[in-house]
T-cell receptor, first 115, second 116 residues
Framework: NAGVTQTPKFQVLKTGQSMTLQCAQDMNHEYMSWYRQDPGMGLRLIHYSVGAGITDQGEVPNGYNVSRSTTEDFPLRLLSAAPSQTSVYFC??????????????FGSGTRLTVV | AQKVTQAQTEISVVEKEDVTLDCVYETRDTTYYLFWYKQPPSGELVFLIRRNSFDEQNEISGRYSWNFQKSTSSFNFTITASQVVDSAVYFCALSEPSESAGKSTFGDGTTLTVKP
């Protein structure tokens, strides 16, 4: 089925470890983004991309890196995990970055715990 | 800067009641888009509706309806004859094309519980 695939679904890290959350979409969407969801705080934008080779910071980028070498893939890297990064992470894609008028297709989420 | 406020943190209703979820937004743009998403207990996020700023017609889809009023900067969501399966967290979101190149700002969500 077409959509956004996130892996892993669950992950436990020790403080200081690094890891990459994977996100892939097969809908040829231009726009991709990463959000984190914390209780009572809605969804906060970490990084986003308007096309291959183009990325930019969102609201809460510190401690995270992204790259977009292909249209399909948009991995999120945690450089040195901290307990404050315990959260649920969602990858989202949208048909076009121009206009901003398209709804998102979300991945199923990654529940990350940093101990 | 864009902002979305969902003042109702939690709502609890009994099945078959009607319920309205409020969404108030702030924007300086004349062109913008509003969205509603649903997050059921299973955790996935599902797109429900998009509305652009030039279309103030209300929309109805089955038991769901949306009331967009630019005069009050609101985009409210009503569920008629609620069902247990409507229990979820509902998010309202706003996108400003001129500033955000596709980025959406989300409200904090309203948790709806429908009791049998």
């Amino acid at each position: 089925n077409a959509g956004v695939t996130q892996t892993p679904k669950f992950q436990v890290l020790k403080t200081g470890q690094s890891m990459t959350l994977q996100c892939a979409q097969d809908m040829n969407h231009e726009y991709m983004s990463w959000y984190r969801q914390d209780p009572g705080m809605g969804l906060r934008l970490i990084h986003y991309s308007v096309g291959a080779g183009i990325t930019d910071q969102g609201e809460v980028p510190n401690g995270y890196n992204v790259s977009r070498s292909t249209t399909e893939d948009f991995p999120l890297r945690l450089l040195s995990a901290a307990p404050s990064q315990t959260s649920v992470y969602f990858c989202a894609s949208s048909y076009s970055a121009i206009g901003g008028g398209y709804g998102y297709t979300f991945g199923s989420g990654t529940r990350l715990t940093v101990v | 800067a864009q902002k979305v406020t969902q003042a109702q943190t939690e709502i609890s209703v009994v099945e078959k009641e009607d319920v309205t979820l409020d969404c108030v937004y702030e924007t300086r743009d004349t062109t913008y888009y509003l969205f509603w998403y649903k997050q059921p207990p299973s955790g996935e996020l599902v797109f429900l509706i998009r509305r652009n700023s030039f279309d103030e017609q209300n929309e109805i889809s089955g038991r769901y309806s949306w009331n967009f009023q630019k005069s009050t900067s609101s985009f409210n969501f009503t569920i008629t004859a609620s069902q247990v399966v409507d229990s979820a967290v509902y998010f309202c979101a706003l996108s400003e094309p001129s500033e955000s190149a596709g980025k959406s700002t989300f409200g904090d969500g309203t948790t709806l519980t429908v009791k049998p």
